[in-house]
């Protein structure tokens, strides 16, 4: 087990992630990668492999940008219920092991717990109605409520702005290294990475971020 990868004696404010960070990311892999081009294919009359081609290159077409993450895009780019069709596998919805307990240790210690997330309000609602998360948090932010994502420097000014913070007593908490990287720039004092993302997907390689594979690593 890693030591002493965070002073937590020098951080008042948590700013997580939580695709990947807090919940299994294989949720979001399956549906983007599997079931939303089964639907697309029902939908179009298509075989199932010429509409993953479709929608693979779509996706990649707005990497690092919002309409990534904005369900509301994707329903009218594909012509799908996006929403709907998420909440029809919310079932597969799973917190990673020891999240919850890490919360709760922020909380017991007076952490200020704010989640900054680039995933749209509606997937981030059908997420804290699946889990047990939301209630350990001070402030939920969707990067859609300003409309830029993590990756955007502008994006820690405009959580300033809602839910100030001091950034030299402040840690992120990200699988995503551009918006670790971001953070970093800004001024934000701590950027730890989230390798683990799921037991079903390979983990991110932190390219020179402190990083953590399991909560007990980092807990407080």
């Known amino acids: 087990m890693k030591q002493h990868i965070i002073d937590w004696s020098q951080i008042q404010t948590v700013l997580l992630d939580m695709d990947g960070t807090l919940l299994d990311l294989?949720?979001?892999?399956?549906?983007?990668?599997?079931?939303?081009?089964?639907?697309?294919?029902?939908?179009?009359?298509?075989?199932?492999?010429?509409?993953?081609?479709?929608?693979?290159?779509?996706?990649?077409?707005?990497?690092?940008?919002?309409?990534?993450?904005?369900?509301?895009?994707?329903?009218?780019?594909?012509?799908?219920?996006?929403?709907?069709?998420?909440?029809?596998?919310?079932?597969?919805?799973?917190?990673?092991?020891?999240?919850?307990?890490?919360?709760?240790?922020?909380?017991?210690?007076?952490?200020?717990?704010?989640?900054?997330?680039?995933?749209?309000?509606?997937?981030?609602?059908?997420?804290?109605?699946?889990?047990?998360?939301?209630?350990?948090?001070?402030?939920l932010i969707s990067a859609h409520d300003f409309g830029m994502p993590k990756e955007d420097i502008a994006i820690w000014d405009a959580i300033h702005s809602v839910h100030p913070y001091d950034p030299a007593r402040t840690v992120l908490i990200d699988d995503n290294l551009h918006a670790l990287q971001t953070a970093k720039d800004y001024g934000i004092r701590e950027q730890l990475c989230a390798t683990f993302v799921s037991p079903h997907l390979d983990p991110i390689d932190p390219k020179g971020f402190k990083h953590f594979s399991n909560f007990l690593e980092i807990m407080p």
């Open 26 to 139: 294989h949720f979001d892999w399956h549906f983007w990668m599997e079931f939303v081009p089964q639907s697309y294919a029902k939908e179009k009359q298509i075989p199932v492999s010429r509409a993953k081609q479709i929608i693979h290159k779509k996706i990649n077409a707005q990497a690092g940008t919002l309409n990534w993450y904005c369900l509301d895009y994707w329903t009218d780019a594909l012509q799908l219920p996006i929403a709907q069709l998420k909440r029809q596998l919310r079932h597969n919805i799973k917190v990673h092991p020891e999240v919850i307990n890490f919360l709760k240790a922020l909380r017991e210690q007076g952490k200020d717990v704010i989640m900054v997330t680039n995933a749209h309000q509606d997937s981030l609602a059908v997420k804290l109605e699946m889990t047990e998360i939301g209630r350990y948090f001070d402030h």
